[in-house]
């Protein structure tokens, strides 16, 4: 949502009706599972955490799946009902599809096959400094680890011309270059 010139709020042109992408899914339905979990333990506090991660992940992308946007405003809703109530007209007035009021739609379940993490993101470091993070799958092995670490363009440059005396993994973390 922006507001315009007459401080009428409008919905974003990001808002497209597209699939969302495979991070955009993970982040949806990490706060699905969080937020009922948190709902029903009665932990506020760190439901209205975790819908700010989600927030945060879709305020800077290209484009915002209206899927996302809608199962967003049903989660907020017992929080913030007036305003995720007026949100979700807006939606139903330029998409059509929503269907009803807010209060009338199912609790969104999440998909476990989607929370898994298949990616990891590794530090490396030369000499104990960090100088490059990789995205490796989960299940690398040591010796892909090292090899991807000291096959990175950047850490290429910084041991250019010196000897590799040792090269530490610590698994799912990071890899230290000893030069």
Known sequence: MTENQAGEWELSAKLKDVEPDK??????HVTIKKVTQDIESLSFNTAISQMMIFVNAFTNAEIVPLLAMRTFLVLINPFAPHLSSELWEKLNAKFRGG???????????YD???????EIEIVLQVN??????LKLPAHATEAEVKTAALGSPKIKVLIAGKTVRNVIVVPKKLVNIVV
């Open 128 to 133: 104990g400094k960090v100088r490059d993070r």
């Open 112 to 118: 476990e096959q989607l929370l898994v993490e298949d």
């Open 23 to 28: 991070a955009q899914q993970k982040v949806t």
């Open 99 to 109: 269907g009803g009021d807010i209060t009338e739609q199912p609790w969104p379940n």
